[in-house]
């Protein structure tokens, strides 16, 4: 499973459909692990057909998906319709992504029916990562590319330690260890996994406006073990008074630990009752 503790996933997309319509004005981070992470496509040879950006969200990465792959046609799949309704104008007239409303652990598309599976800050929303692998495998034909970032253990770490001191919860999501997805990838048969990380950054005047880019995100504390009461202006305060403890040459700072993740589908697949080697038409080579 590897999730820490589980996501209400109901919570988690209402949360972006009432974020849809304002969130790329807020989505600074995101954007910023996109293009690093279509930037890192370039170190790959692939020529795909059909390309699944998998919890596409408002689509900001499928114009860079074209551009780099331009004979290659992209599905965009995400849980919440609002951001599918923003992706689905994204691209040329000529070649606007197929979009699709689905969760990401049960893809409802057909076995080895892809070559690249690209997921942008997606994997944290799943509380069956390993199942989500699996299903990423599933639907990759051999020789195909999963590529994907997430947040580690370390993202927010400001902000939770903070929410802590107010009230003695921590208010923030946990998220998984690299190593750990690295594991993962491994046990449902990804071949050559590689994980990173990169630590991202981002600084503010006042806590609240960090609190408030948050919720303009839709990215809430959706776990199921979360308080559900209202939060008031004392406790906010309490909040923004222990977070000046981290402030630094005037500036309050929000650290993000940025996982990248890359496996392919291996050649060969177990099958019952012995070892299936279908035939690739993808060519993988890695140039580092």
Not at 88 to 100: D, Q, T
Not at 118 to 128: K, L, M, R, V, Y
Not at 241 to 257: K, T
């Amino acid at each position: 499973m590897l999730s820490p503790i589980p996501i209400d996933k109901g919570a988690v997309r209402r949360s972006f459909e009432r974020a849809a319509g304002g969130y790329d004005g807020g989505a600074v981070l995101q954007r910023e692990m996109a293009d690093r992470m279509l930037e890192r496509l370039g170190y790959v040879r692939l020529d795909p057909a059909l390309i699944l950006d998998l919890g596409a969200g408002t689509g900001y990465a499928i114009e860079g998906l074209q551009k780099r792959f331009c004979k290659a046609r992209v599905l965009a799949l995400d849980f919440a319709l609002a951001m599918l309704l923003q992706a689905r104008g994204r691209g040329s007239e000529l070649n606007r992504p197929l979009c699709v409303c689905a969760d990401a652990e049960s893809l409802p598309l057909a076995d080895a029916s892809l070559d690249l599976v690209f997921s942008n800050a997606t994997i944290q929303w799943c509380n069956d990562t390993q199942g989500t692998f699996a299903e990423c495998l599933r639907v990759l034909r051999p020789g195909g590319l999963l590529m994907f970032t997430t947040f580690g253990p370390d993202t927010l770490w400001e902000l939770r330690n903070a929410w802590t001191v107010a009230d003695g919860h921590s208010h923030v999501s946990p998220f998984i260890d690299m190593h750990d997805l690295g594991d993962a990838l491994v046990r449902v048969g990804f071949a050559d996994p590689v994980m990173d990380v990169e630590r991202l950054t981002l600084t503010y005047d006042k806590a609240r406006n960090l609190m408030r880019d948050l919720k303009l995100l839709g990215a809430h504390n959706a776990t199921s073990v979360r308080s559900r009461g209202l939060t008031g202006r004392r406790r906010f305060a309490a909040v923004e008074e222990a977070y000046e403890a981290h402030r630094r040459d005037g500036r309050l700072p929000a650290s993000y630990e940025v996982i990248h993740g890359h496996a392919w589908a291996p050649q060969q697949r177990r099958v019952e009752g012995g070892v299936a080697i279908p035939v690739s038409a993808v060519k993988r080579e890695t140039n580092r």
